[in-house]
């Protein structure tokens, strides 16, 4: 499994200042999860910049660096590869293509029912050997005709429908937005027999005057202020405004 930390904030500063607390919980983590690191920021212009390696972040120059762009959005990622998987850049999150920052948080297979699943949607083929490259191209397949939250509901929902999954808890950057999809399956993950429960794979954030924070379980606090994004939502906050809106996977199923 891996590590997903998200923010949006009214002003610009550096990373590490826009989330101290949760970057100090994700860099211990990085010891268990150490086969890549990413992060991906909306730069002064309004691109997306992204700088990641497939090393420790905890002992990572580069990520050093990387914690310390100024920026008032940002999406940060650590990797605990899936079983097979290399420890290479293509396979390091997170992923660009078509104005989105992916990072993915969990373990989809088969790969091959993956790619057909992204054929059939008319999704671009993957760099790398990893699922979630894959559910980044049905999301991008997707967000060709609708908002990013409900693409990337719809991205899960497709998986779910045709592979096994622990979880597809992601985040997804743009220049206007942060989007967060909390999405594990409870059976899946406890039938996977490597001591993990529904418990790791749950998706907190908190709504503060001036930042919205999006953090994996361990990486968000325990205080009040978090709250849980449950199973099958997705929350999406307005880089400009701060607003914040959940659309559930529920919403986009057509009445009987």
């Not at 990797?79 to 396979?91: L, T, V």
């Amino acid at each position: 499994m891996c590590r997903l930390l998200g923010v949006v904030a009214s002003t610009a500063a550096p990373v590490d200042a826009l989330v101290p607390d949760e970057l100090q919980r994700m860099e211990a983590l990085a010891e268990v999860h150490p086969h890549g690191w990413g992060v991906a920021s909306v730069t002064g212009g309004g691109g997306l910049d992204v700088r990641k390696a497939p090393e420790r972040a905890a002992s990572s120059e580069r990520w050093s660096d990387a914690r310390r762009v100024s920026t008032d959005a940002a999406l940060l990622h650590i990797r605990q590869a899936s079983p097979g998987m290399s420890h290479i850049d293509a396979n390091t999150h997170p992923f660009l293509a078509d104005g989105m920052a992916f990072a993915h948080n969990g373990h989809a297979h088969p790969v091959a029912t993956l790619d057909t699943l992204v054929t059939s949607a008319g999704g671009p083929s993957s760099l790398g050997d990893t699922d979630s490259e894959r559910y980044f191209a049905l999301l991008r397949a997707a967000a060709a005709r609708t908002a990013t939250d409900r693409a990337l509901l719809d991205a899960a929902s497709r998986i779910t429908a045709e592979a096994t999954a622990t979880s597809l808890n992601a985040l997804v950057l743009t220049e206007r937005s942060l989007v967060a999809v909390a999405w594990w399956d409870e059976p899946v993950i406890r039938g996977a027999g490597d001591g993990e429960s529904d418990r790791d794979y749950r998706l907190w954030y908190r709504v503060g005057p001036d930042r919205v924070v999006v953090a994996s379980a361990f990486v968000a606090g325990d205080g009040p202020e978090w709250q849980e994004l449950p199973h099958g939502h997705a929350l999406s906050v307005d880089r400009g405004t701060l607003d914040v809106r959940i659309v559930t996977a529920a919403e986009l199923r057509p009445a009987a």
